[in-house]
């Protein structure tokens, strides 16, 4: 997968471009994460595959910081995608001026693994798109910009989500390694 990548829990690692497991597959950890990153006043682009984005526990987190949920939320940017090839299309053709116009230093590319695993799409052409979505990725990837596609396990039970899931982080790294 090249040496950008890792398959690491956030935080482990400061590499620009990093697909991994998170420490804890609650729906509730990646509004959390966000809330953290948007509260301290970084911009962020979500690209949501898996439609399970939770708006509302970010204003929660607002709220509780004592700053408007409008103003929190202002500093996000999310995009949806229901096929691979709109994924691709958004990472490969939109995100970067995406990022230039919005000044976000943040990318949290959700639900890679469930859009591609979807046996509707020929295996052959999965990979295909698959292989230019993380060519876009690392050219997009940069030291003052992160980019984080988190796995979330159980993997859907089947042989083509396995395989997916291999290609998608490569082979396992120990801390320190990039």
């Known amino acids: 997968m090249g040496t950008n990548t890792c398959f690491l829990p956030a935080g482990d690692l400061p590499s620009p471009l990093r697909v991994f497991v998170p420490r804890s597959s609650s729906p509730d950890a990646l509004p959390f994460f966000l809330a953290k990153e948007l509260l301290r006043g970084q911009k962020a682009i979500l690209l949501s595959a898996?439609?399970?984005?939770?708006?509302?526990?970010?204003?929660?987190?607002?709220?509780?910081?004592?700053?408007?949920?409008?103003?929190?939320?202002?500093?996000?940017?999310?995009?949806r995608a229901f096929t691979i090839h709109q994924l691709q299309e958004?990472?490969?053709?939109?995100?970067?001026?995406?990022?230039?116009?919005?000044?976000?230093?943040?990318?949290?590319?959700?639900?890679?693994?469930?859009?591609?695993?979807?046996?509707?799409?020929?295996?052959?052409?999965a990979f295909r798109v698959l292989e230019i979505l993380l060519e876009s990725l690392k050219r997009l990837a940069r030291s003052d910009?992160?980019?984080?596609?988190?796995?979330?396990?159980?993997?859907?039970?089947?042989?083509?989500?396995?395989?997916?899931?291999?290609?998608?982080?490569?082979p396992r790294r120990t801390k320190g390694e990039v």
């Open 50 to 79: 898996d439609n399970r984005f939770r708006p509302d526990l970010l204003m929660q987190k607002a709220r509780e910081a004592g700053q408007a949920p409008e103003s929190v939320l202002s500093r996000l940017l999310i995009s």
């Open 90 to 125: 958004t990472i490969s053709d939109r995100l970067e001026p995406a990022l230039q116009e919005s000044g976000a230093t943040l990318v949290v590319v959700t639900g890679i693994l469930p859009l591609f695993a979807d046996e509707a799409v020929e295996t052959r052409e």
């Open 145 to 170: 910009r992160r980019i984080l596609a988190p796995v979330l396990l159980p993997l859907p039970p089947s042989r083509r989500a396995r395989t997916l899931f291999a290609r998608l982080h490569g």
